[in-house]
């Protein structure tokens, strides 16, 4: 059972967003990232000459019904919230992406 488990997280791992990312804009140049994301919301300095492309999406979130399946006659209705979604493109001194990294938070 725990063989299956561990098969299973190392599977589902590799069709994550962030994986999806890096294989696509791995050894891409930082001018076929802006053609295609648009120019960063923000650059960082990172070591050695290497800099970090800043992408940030922000949506708003509408308030969604939740269904209990029951009869209610109270509505039961999900916060609004705010989605982030940060995307990080790490480039090497020749502006050459080498790492891609994915985060998404919500607020209320």
Known sequence: MVFIMLLLT???????????MMRTYQGRTEKELVQEMGKPRRVEKGEGGKKI?????????KSAMINTGAFQYDRFESPCSIKTETYKFYLNGSGVVENVTYEISYER
Do not use: P, Q, R, T
């Open 53 to 61: 492309d800043v992408y940030l999406k922000v949506k708003a979130l």
């Open 10 to 20: 190392v599977g589902l791992s590799g069709c994550s967003i962030e994986k999806k």
